[in-house]
């Protein structure tokens, strides 16, 4: 079994028999105070989608590394850069049983489209960061729903093509409790005639397959 642990907006732990991943250590997560960082438990390894702050703050990778002997992190090469300013070490490759696939972030309002890696950890989570590009997900996918780059029926959309089993919302911190029920709720309305099952989960929540 796995269990993935939604911290909060795209920043997500996925335990598995062989560890815990990090997904996307953002400064959502990291400075909100809406997250109990006691809570987080060991980490081994940390997966960072793209360079946005709000998916990764360097402060909090480092706070992630000095709580572990053996944490590694892996990025693509514009985010190693980044955290390479920052004394921070990231692997441009994928640990075991992890692999990536090299898309673009969507375009945001300013123009811009970075580079963006789609993560998927042992088959179980492929969590896509900014991006409707990935070709292929895991059985469960984390969704972005609510984003200045994209709109529910697009991350819907996109949900379809990929046909996971399980779709876990993320990218919905600017919401409130009620809301991000909601639009979760909207997206399990639309993709429940496709088989695809909305697990909502909202900050600290977990969800076992």
């Known amino acids: 079994m796995s269990t993935i642990r939604r911290l909060s907006d795209s920043c997500l732990l996925v335990t598995?028999?062989?560890?815990?991943t990090l997904i996307d250590p953002g400064f959502h997560t990291f400075d909100s105070g809406e997250v109990d960082l006691a809570?987080?438990?060991?980490v081994q390894t940390v997966l960072i989608t793209h360079e946005h702050a709000d998916?990764?703050?360097p402060e909090f990778v480092r706070w992630l590394l000095d709580r572990g002997a053996d944490v590694t992190v892996h990025?693509?090469?514009?985010v190693a850069g980044l955290l390479t300013g920052h004394g921070i070490e990231a692997d441009t490759g994928a640990p075991a049983a992890v692999s990536f696939e090299d898309v673009v972030h969507e375009v945001i309002?300013?123009?811009?489209?970075?580079?963006?890696?789609?993560?998927?950890?042992e088959r179980v989570l492929t969590h896509p960061g900014d991006?409707?590009?990935?070709?292929?997900?895991?059985p469960v996918l984390a969704l972005p729903l609510m984003a200045p780059w994209g709109s529910t029926?697009?991350?819907?959309?996109?949900?379809?093509?990929?046909?996971?089993?399980?779709?876990?919302?993320?990218?919905d911190f600017y919401l409130s409790a009620s809301g991000r029920a909601w639009v979760?709720?909207?997206?399990?309305?639309?993709?429940?005639?496709?088989?695809?099952?909305v697990v909502t989960l909202d900050w600290g929540e977990s969800f076992t397959v």
Do not use: C, M
């Open 109 to 121: 309002p300013t123009g811009a489209a970075p580079p963006n890696r789609a993560w998927t950890i």
């Open 75 to 78: 990025a693509n090469p514009a």
């Open 16 to 20: 598995t028999g062989d560890g815990t």
């Open 131 to 138: 991006s409707y590009q990935p070709s292929t997900s895991a």
């Open 55 to 57: 998916h990764v703050k």
């Open 39 to 42: 809570t987080v438990g060991d």
């Open 153 to 171: 029926t697009a991350s819907v959309e996109f949900a379809r093509r990929l046909s996971p089993t399980w779709v876990v919302p993320i990218h």
């Open 184 to 197: 979760g709720g909207v997206a399990k309305s639309a993709l429940a005639d496709d088989g695809i099952e």
